[in-house]
């Protein structure tokens, strides 16, 4: 069937059972690769999106129940404030190893932090649990959103 | 295709070491790259001289390094990214040397070329691991910055018709300080290539540093925040199909049958791949593969191992070491040594099979075609990727191209090429490239694992309680003997035993077997930290155990054991003094130590764990003291260590893979748990300055954490844990 959803600002169509999951339509017939394929349990958080603004694991999320709803995905997250900052943040902290698990732990970063823009450890523990670095990037990872709530104080 | 372009004046500098500790044969030519350019390549039978050549798990470094005219910097390496930075590690080698910026380097993927990239020692192994590229290329690759450099120098010196000791090199040009005339590499490039190779360059003290040393931003990492970076699991050639599969649950099952009615049914999904083992489904995408894969009705015959469980398997090794092994370590007379001793302690001990979960599951995209084949995958060994796919597909070797790619996560699972015979088996099923991923269970079920161990030990202590005989014998799987069978000789390899036999403390008698025990159908593999992610865990717990019996404190009583080892025993100092060790903690919390020198670093690590009353075991805090030599990149050191760290934390809390009537009983993330930020303890790291040659870094945190945790388990609660991971219920205090 032939679905609509809204991707980074666009209104793409797509034909694949009502059931699929988004992650692999904007991996495989939409060609956005950044989304990451980790587990397909929502158990890792490779596959992180947002969805209206809020981090949605896209492996077990059906395209048919995106409505019309608007996707944020990696590839235009730095668009917006929370997530320029924390890209910025990552890179300035040296978090990436390998990088997989990366773009998920982005956009569960940056949906933390434009919801919450001064997280407490528990707050970031509570927000990023659901995202598995096999790496070990942890340490970094919360240094990285306290750097990035920063410069949000200092309105940066 | 670079060598085809050699003009070869090929200088074989066989001669006067050129460097201190650098005495091997190193064989350079020089040559006009296809640009017009400079082009200097190497090939270099081993980097650390004698010693790597009696140990055939080193690797040999091989590189290109060319000057185009437009002054860019390629450097060739066989070396892949998989987040240990080794895109910014070696590149900071030849740029130190070359006197360019680290910003004028880029990089190219080796092509899969064994005589080229290959050690000659190893029968070409085009590898990356056991945490040696920097190891490897620490001379030959500042020797080739060097070489370059000299040339390019000599070229303008000419140009210009001055002395070149009146030039000097810096950031990619040559300057002539007097007249402050200057021209850059690019320039000089093709001048440079006609002259003939010194056969002595003099290579940088550490006072000299520019980049060696420093904190050099990674060069990987902008595209990993972004979404741009491409994994293999990301290719997306013309045309390509994805598919899934489903192995026979059973190692060395076989597929009976497989309704396909329902399956071929499900929108997107295109056609279905029996083969011998396993059945996969090729689809427009992924959900449909996996929608098609679920409505298929599958019968396995689960052949010989049907029955097969963890607990036979560990029998079996543990009745192995009944008997007597081949001998790894010989010192003294231990037998002797025991028989006299005041004080015996004896104690068993065990590690799991462990899966490698990397993040990214394993894929691999083939295109199988009459005449040739086509793959795109990320791996650590190129070359082999080439011949299985060749083999598999029966096309001679130059009819296999390969295209490499970030890898998300290799710890040892992608020096296999288990999955590139699958993707390959698929294709030759399919018109046009199809991507062949795995699911999470697949990947977890199917993996090849870090092998299971049953350890026996027994130590002779003299009156004072100091050891005077080590006993250590243990049963397992050996990698090498299927990785490397060279590699595997007289019942012993270089890999399975270190940590075990080559402990820093002073042991005056000291006897180590190994027997050699594989598990039936089971298959094993290299997994971060090899051989010592064993042997350090059964060595630094029994040494432990060993000062208990001696009532004495643990970092005490492995000091009194280092006075011939002056590196050890300053990583031990220094841990001990940053985690504050002594010093009183909360009622249920411990401290445990560990001390190891594997991959040429030596490391100490400091515990802090917290017990519950319901025996569950929180690591709060790990501080930990390296001395890796010559720091090239201290940011990269830190990064690694940390995530080596986390790494041994999941295995020592929650890391094992067990059989139940022949199958793997974890599946994905819920079963097979790895650790996450809420269960992570803050990381110390301080590095001892050395001017030694460098030691690895990817490996190193995750072999000596898990003892100290299991040490640290005993100091807050009196139980020893012989057996990993930890077991909650043993630690459970009465209500």
Same mark, same amino acid.
């Given at each position: 069937?032939?679905?609509?959803?809204?991707?980074?600002?666009?209104?793409?169509?797509?034909?694949?059972?009502?059931?699929?999951?988004?992650?692999?339509?904007?991996?495989?017939?939409?060609?956005?690769?950044?989304?990451?394929?980790?587990?397909?349990?929502?158990? $890792?958080?490779? $596959?992180?999106?947002?969805?209206?603004?809020?981090?949605?694991?896209?492996?077990?999320?059906?395209?048919?129940?995106?409505?019309?709803?608007?996707?944020?995905?990696?590839?235009?997250?730095?668009?917006?404030?929370?997530?320029?900052?924390?890209?910025?943040?990552?890179?300035?902290?040296?978090?990436?190893?390998?990088?997989?698990?990366?773009?998920?732990?982005?956009?569960?970063?940056?949906?933390?932090?434009?919801?919450?823009?001064?997280?407490?450890?528990?707050?970031?523990?509570?927000?990023?649990?659901?995202?598995?670095?096999? $790496?070990?990037?942890?340490?970094?990872?919360?240094?990285?959103?306290?750097?990035?709530?920063?410069?949000?104080?200092?309105?940066? | 295709?670079?060598?085809?372009?050699?003009?070869?004046?090929?200088?074989?500098?066989?001669?006067?070491?050129?460097?201190?500790? =650098?005495?091997?044969?190193?064989?350079?030519?020089?040559?006009?790259?296809?640009?017009?350019?400079?082009?200097?390549?190497?090939? !270099?039978?081993?980097?650390?001289?004698?010693?790597?050549?009696?140990?055939?798990?080193?690797?040999?470094?091989?590189?290109?390094?060319?000057?185009?005219?437009?002054?860019?910097?390629?450097?060739?390496?066989?070396?892949?990214?998989?987040?240990?930075?080794?895109?910014?590690?070696?590149?900071?080698?030849?740029?130190?040397?070359?006197?360019?910026?680290?910003?004028?380097?880029?990089?190219?993927?080796?092509?899969?070329?064994?005589?080229?990239?290959?050690?000659?020692?190893?029968?070409?192994?085009?590898?990356?691991?056991?945490?040696?590229?920097?190891?490897?290329?620490?001379?030959?690759?500042?020797?080739?910055?060097?070489?370059?450099?000299?040339?390019?120098?000599?070229?303008?010196?000419?140009?210009?018709?001055?002395?070149?000791?009146?030039?000097?090199?810096?950031?990619?040009?040559?300057?002539?300080?007097?007249?402050?005339?200057?021209?850059?590499?690019?320039? !000089?490039?093709?001048?440079?290539?006609?002259?003939?190779?010194?056969?002595?360059?003099?290579?940088?003290?550490?006072?000299?540093?520019?980049?060696?040393?420093?904190?050099?931003?990674?060069?990987?990492?902008?595209?990993?925040?972004?979404?741009?970076?491409?994994?293999?699991?990301?290719?997306?050639?013309?045309?390509?199909?994805?598919?899934?599969?489903?192995?026979?649950?059973?190692?060395?099952?076989?597929?009976?049958?497989?309704?396909?009615?329902?399956?071929?049914?499900?929108?997107?999904?295109?056609?279905?791949?029996?083969?011998?083992?396993?059945?996969?489904?090729?689809?427009?995408?992924?959900?449909?593969?996996?929608?098609?894969?679920?409505?298929?009705?599958?019968?396995?015959?689960?052949?010989? +191992?049907?029955?097969?469980?963890?607990?036979?398997?560990?029998?079996?090794?543990?009745?192995?070491?009944?008997?007597?092994?081949?001998?790894?370590?010989?010192?003294?007379?231990?037998?002797?040594?025991?028989?006299?001793?005041?004080?015996?302690?004896?104690?068993?001990?065990?590690?799991?099979?462990?899966?490698?979960?990397?993040?990214?599951?394993?894929?691999?995209?083939?295109?199988?075609?009459?005449?040739?084949?086509?793959?795109?995958?990320?791996?650590?060994?190129?070359?082999?990727?080439?011949?299985?796919?060749?083999?598999?597909?029966?096309?001679?070797?130059?009819?296999?191209?390969? +295209?490499? +790619?970030?890898?998300?996560?290799?710890?040892?699972?992608?020096?296999?090429?288990?999955?590139?015979?699958?993707?390959?088996?698929?294709?030759?099923?399919?018109?046009?490239?199809?991507?062949?991923?795995?699911?999470?269970?697949?990947?977890?079920?199917?993996?090849?694992?870090?092998?299971? %161990?049953?350890?026996?030990?027994?130590?002779?202590?003299?009156?004072?309680?100091?050891?005077?005989?080590?006993? +250590?014998?243990?049963?397992?799987?050996?990698?090498?003997?299927?990785?490397?069978?060279?590699?595997?000789?007289?019942?012993?390899?270089?890999?399975?035993?270190?940590?075990?036999?080559?402990?820093?403390?002073?042991?005056?008698?000291?006897?180590?077997?190994?027997?050699?025990?594989?598990?039936?159908?089971?298959?094993?593999?290299?997994?971060?930290?090899?051989?010592?992610?064993?042997?350090?865990?059964?060595?630094?717990? %029994?040494?432990?155990?060993?000062?208990?019996?001696?009532?004495?404190?643990?970092?005490?009583?492995?000091?009194?054991?280092?006075?011939?080892?002056?590196?050890?025993?300053?990583? !031990?100092?220094?841990?001990?003094?940053?985690?504050?060790?002594?010093?009183?903690?909360?009622?249920?919390?411990?401290?445990?130590?560990? !001390?190891? %020198?594997?991959?040429?670093?030596?490391?100490?690590?400091?515990?802090?764990?917290?017990?519950?009353?319901?025996?569950?075991?929180?690591?709060?805090?790990?501080?930990?003291?390296?001395?890796?030599?010559?720091?090239?990149?201290?940011?990269?050191?830190?990064?690694?260590?940390?995530?080596?760290?986390?790494?041994?934390?999941?295995?020592?809390?929650?890391?094992?893979?067990?059989?139940?009537?022949?199958?793997?009983?974890?599946?994905?993330?819920?079963?097979?748990?790895?650790?996450?930020?809420?269960?992570?303890?803050?990381?110390?790291?301080?590095?001892?300055?050395?001017?030694?040659?460098?030691?690895?870094?990817?490996?190193?945190?995750?072999?000596?954490?898990?003892?100290?945790?299991?040490?640290?388990? =005993?100091?807050?609660?009196?139980?020893?844990?012989?057996?990993?991971?930890?077991?909650?219920?043993?630690?459970?205090?009465?209500?």
């Amino acid at each position: 069937m032939a679905i609509t959803i809204k991707v980074n600002g666009v209104d793409l169509t797509v034909d694949v059972d009502g059931d699929t999951p988004l992650l692999w339509v904007l991996r495989d017939v939409l060609g956005m690769t950044g989304t990451k394929f980790g587990c397909g349990m929502a158990l $890792c958080g490779a $596959c992180t999106v947002h969805v209206d603004g809020v981090a949605t694991r896209s492996c077990i999320t059906t395209v048919d129940s995106i409505g019309t709803s608007e996707i944020t995905t990696i590839e235009a997250i730095g668009a917006t404030a929370a997530g320029a900052k924390i890209q910025k943040a990552w890179l300035d902290r040296e978090v990436v190893q390998c990088g997989y698990c990366q773009s998920g732990q982005i956009m569960s970063a940056s949906a933390l932090l434009a919801s919450n823009p001064h997280p407490t450890d528990s707050d970031i523990d509570d927000a990023m649990s659901g995202n598995i670095c096999r $790496c070990g990037t942890y340490v970094r990872i919360r240094e990285a959103i306290k750097q990035a709530a920063q410069a949000d104080g200092q309105g940066g | 295709m670079l060598l085809d372009s050699l003009i070869s004046t090929a200088a074989d500098s066989d001669g006067p070491s050129l460097v201190k500790g =650098f005495s091997r044969r190193a064989f350079l030519q020089v040559g006009v790259a296809a640009g017009g350019g400079l082009l200097l390549s190497l090939s !270099l039978p081993a980097a650390n001289g004698e010693a790597e050549a009696a140990d055939p798990v080193r690797f040999s470094p091989n590189a290109f390094i060319r000057i185009d005219g437009d002054g860019r910097v390629v450097l060739t390496m066989p070396y892949v990214e998989m987040g240990q930075g080794t895109y910014t590690a070696i590149p900071m080698l030849i740029a130190e040397e070359l006197e360019v910026e680290l910003k004028q380097v880029q990089l190219e993927h080796a092509p899969p070329d064994e005589k080229l990239y290959g050690n000659p020692l190893l029968a070409g192994v085009q590898a990356t691991g056991n945490s040696n590229a920097v190891r490897a290329s620490w001379q030959p690759l500042r020797q080739a910055g060097a070489i370059a450099r000299t040339m390019l120098l000599s070229a303008a010196a000419k140009r210009w018709n001055v002395d070149p000791a009146s030039c000097r090199a810096q950031s990619g040009e040559v300057l002539h300080a007097p007249t402050g005339r200057k021209l850059g590499y690019g320039e !000089l490039a093709a001048d440079a290539a006609q002259l003939p190779v010194p056969d002595k360059v003099d290579l940088k003290g550490p006072a000299d540093f520019k980049l060696i040393g420093t904190l050099a931003k990674r060069l990987d990492t902008p595209a990993k925040v972004n979404g741009t970076a491409v994994y293999g699991i990301d290719v997306r050639p013309v045309g390509v199909k994805i598919a899934t599969l489903a192995q026979s649950p059973v190692f060395g099952g076989r597929l009976k049958s497989a309704d396909d009615t329902a399956a071929k049914a499900v929108k997107g999904v295109r056609q279905i791949v029996r083969l011998d083992d396993a059945v996969a489904v090729v689809a427009d995408h992924m959900g449909a593969a996996k929608k098609g894969l679920a409505a298929l009705v599958i019968e396995w015959d689960d052949g010989p +191992h049907a029955k097969l469980s963890t607990e036979d398997i560990a029998s079996e090794l543990e009745q192995a070491t009944l008997n007597p092994g081949a001998v790894a370590q010989n010192i003294g007379d231990s037998d002797k040594a025991m028989a006299s001793a005041a004080t015996r302690v004896e104690a068993t001990y065990q590690v799991p099979f462990l899966a490698h979960a990397t993040m990214e599951p394993m894929n691999c995209t083939a295109h199988v075609r009459k005449d040739g084949c086509e793959i795109w995958i990320g791996t650590q060994v190129m070359a082999r990727v080439q011949a299985a796919a060749a083999k598999t597909a029966g096309l001679p070797l130059d009819k296999v191209v390969v +295209h490499n +790619h970030l890898i998300g996560g290799g710890f040892g699972r992608r020096l296999e090429t288990d999955g590139v015979v699958r993707a390959v088996q698929i294709a030759q099923h399919v018109d046009g490239p199809v991507k062949v991923v795995w699911t999470r269970e697949e990947d977890i079920q199917h993996d090849m694992y870090r092998p299971t %161990f049953f350890d026996r030990m027994s130590a002779g202590l003299d009156a004072k309680g100091m050891p005077v005989a080590w006993n +250590h014998r243990f049963a397992g799987s050996s990698v090498i003997a299927r990785w490397l069978p060279p590699g595997f000789n007289k019942g012993l390899d270089p890999d399975t035993t270190e940590g075990a036999i080559d402990l820093v403390y002073a042991l005056p008698n000291m006897r180590v077997e190994y027997l050699r025990v594989e598990p039936p159908g089971i298959p094993t593999a290299f997994w971060r930290s090899v051989g010592p992610s064993h042997n350090v865990f059964v060595t630094e717990s %029994f040494i432990d155990e060993l000062a208990a019996a001696a009532k004495q404190d643990p970092v005490a009583y492995r000091r009194a054991l280092l006075d011939k080892a002056p590196r050890a025993k300053a990583v !031990l100092d220094l841990a001990a003094e940053k985690a504050g060790w002594g010093q009183p903690l909360p009622q249920g919390a411990g401290r445990g130590v560990s !001390l190891q %020198f594997a991959f040429a670093t030596y490391m100490a690590q400091v515990a802090e764990v917290e017990v519950s009353k319901d025996g569950a075991v929180r690591v709060r805090r790990v501080v930990c003291a390296v001395d890796c030599g010559t720091v090239v990149n201290p940011d990269t050191v830190q990064a690694q260590i940390q995530g080596g760290i986390i790494f041994g934390i999941t295995a020592a809390l929650h890391g094992e893979i067990t059989l139940k009537d022949g199958r793997v009983e974890q599946s994905n993330f819920d079963t097979y748990q790895v650790l996450r930020i809420d269960e992570a303890p803050a990381i110390d790291v301080h590095i001892v300055e050395s001017a030694e040659p460098p030691g690895g870094m990817g490996e190193t945190g995750t072999s000596a954490i898990v003892p100290a945790i299991a040490n640290a388990i =005993f100091a807050a609660t009196g139980k020893r844990l012989r057996r990993m991971p930890v077991d909650n219920s043993a630690l459970k205090q009465p209500a």
